[in-house]
């Protein structure tokens, strides 16, 4: 396993150490939670990074990379709606641009065509997390509005070009 899907799997197992850290009760633990998150975030820009510059990309990475990024936001999404931090309908707008645009690279792949990540995909990334983590500060409530709405505005927009961009490969076949 080449050092870009090494990093890659290191996401996917600081995952389960985020939400036990999330859930257990001592003093501080939201504060060994958000170390793990950066660190995992981190990650993800350092093992793409990696993968394009020692050419290293992969299958395994080009599928685990982003599953790895979803299910690490939205395991901290869902634990900001139980402690009420966040909005489920913001939540439920994320997860469904994240189907819909799965949806679109599955058609695509049978359609013999590899849809690359968007710039706009990559911001709505980066904005998402970098929001997460203020998150886990003690903010004013119009600070929390403020993280909504760039995650809901970047996670709109990259979903309506997404789609405008791959509209194609959505065209229906009627033979």
């Known amino acids: 396993m ?9 996401r996917v197992l600081l995952i389960p150490v985020f939400l036990v850290l999330l859930y257990l009760d001592f003093p501080y633990n939201n504060y060994f ?15 793409g990074f990696i993968a394009r510059r020692r050419n290293q ?10 599953l790895a990024d979803k299910i690490l936001t939205f395991a901290a999404m869902i634990w900001f709606v139980e402690a009420g931090l ?8 994320v997860i469904v ?22 710039m706009s995909g990559k911001i709505k990334t980066v904005v998402t997390m970098v929001c997460l983590i203020i ?22 927009t990259s979903g309506v070009e997404y789609f405008y961009k791959n509209k194609d490969i959505m065209k229906l076949d009627m033979k």
Do not use: H, Q, Y
């Open 57 to 66: 990309i992969t299958d395994f990475g080009k599928f685990m990379d982003p």
């Open 135 to 156: 998150m886990f500060l003690p903010l004013t409530p119009w600070m929390l509005i403020v993280c909504w709405s760039l995650i809901g505005l970047t996670t709109v």
């Open 2 to 10: 080449n050092t870009a899907n090494k990093l890659t799997m290191l």
């Open 86 to 93: 966040m909005p489920a309908w913001l939540v439920l707008i």
């Open 97 to 118: 641009r994240e189907f819909f645009v799965t949806g679109i690279r599955l058609v695509a792949v049978a359609k013999d065509r590899v849809i690359a990540a968007s």
């Open 33 to 47: 939670a958000l170390a793990v998150f950066i660190i995992a975030s981190a990650t993800d820009g350092v093992d």
